[in-house]
């Protein structure tokens, strides 16, 4: 699933590392605008689906 907690913390910690990479020089800065798209994302979805969820138990 997408929307998983799990999934946002990697991504987190994706875009620490691209951020760090990319003040050394080692990534672009597209490599760490991705990366910060995909944590925007992920946030996004996660909120989708805990406020879908509460929706479903009580239907």
């Known amino acids: 699933m997408r ?3 799990r999934t946002l913390a990697a991504d987190e910690q ?3 590392l691209s951020m760090r990479n ?3 020089g080692k990534v ?3 490599d760490v605008a991705q990366a910060r798209i995909s944590v925007d994302s992920a946030r996004a979805s ?3 689906y805990q406020r879908q969820v509460p929706r479903t138990r009580t239907t």
Request: aromatic share 0%.
């Open 14 to 16: 994706n875009l620490r």
């Open 22 to 24: 990319g003040s050394a």
């Open 28 to 30: 672009s800065a597209l």
């Open 46 to 48: 996660l909120a989708r």
């Open 3 to 5: 929307s998983s907690p």
